[in-house]
């Protein structure tokens, strides 16, 4: 329905939205604080949102990735088909980028993927962005994700990355993880959202 259907024209004065959001809300968040790994245990919400603020690694050039889990958390290897774009701009104005990397996808892996590639770790060097996961706890069908993040890379570029695949099982996924490919989460913030 178009946005011209609102109840009022003026954002701050709209009442109602004549289309169904679903019900999100917060179900965890976390707080890195040179944190090994970020886990979360997942319910019988269609659809999981994860939000990424300002995180840090401890060391230059790490990943922050994730992987799902079929049996409680107690294995992460969860076979993954993905695929990986970006574009980037560095700061120098000299070299811009657009393209797929092939580098940072999954062919029927059961690897960790990376959603936040080549981070830096100066002081002002971070990165955000989200997760969506859909109908995790299916027992039928294989488990789809969206992810897009912004991040400050060691080599001095912006650089936002587009990430997506699934998770290529029927069983229920019950816990998720995020951790560097290299030392820890030095700093940051995870919150995960579940929406009907």
Do not use: W
Not at 22 to 27: I, K, P, Q
């Amino acid at each position: 329905m178009p946005l011209t259907k609102l109840n009022n024209k003026a954002v701050a004065n709209i009442t109602s939205i004549p289309v169904a959001l679903g019900d999100m809300v917060l179900v965890s968040s976390a707080t890195a604080s040179s944190s090994a790994y970020i886990d979360f245990s997942l319910g019988n919400y269609k659809e999981y949102k994860f939000f990424f603020v300002n995180i840090h690694p401890s060391t230059s050039g790490a990943n922050l990735s994730f992987q799902c889990s079929t049996d409680s958390g107690s294995t992460y290897a969860t076979t993954m088909t993905t695929t990986f774009f970006r574009a980037a701009h560095d700061e120098a104005d000299t070299t811009a980028v657009l393209g797929y990397d092939s580098g940072f996808d999954l062919a029927q892996s059961t690897s960790f993927q990376p959603i936040m590639t080549n981070m830096g770790i100066d002081n002002d060097m971070c990165g955000s962005g989200s997760l969506q996961l859909f109908n995790p706890s299916s027992n039928t069908f294989v488990k789809h994700f969206v992810a897009e993040t912004n991040i400050y890379q060691t080599s001095v570029f912006n650089n936002t990355q587009f990430i997506a695949g699934y998770a290529n099982t029927t069983s229920a996924l019950t816990n998720i993880k995020f951790q560097m490919s290299s030392g820890n989460i030095d700093d940051g913030k995870i919150l995960m959202f579940g929406i009907n």
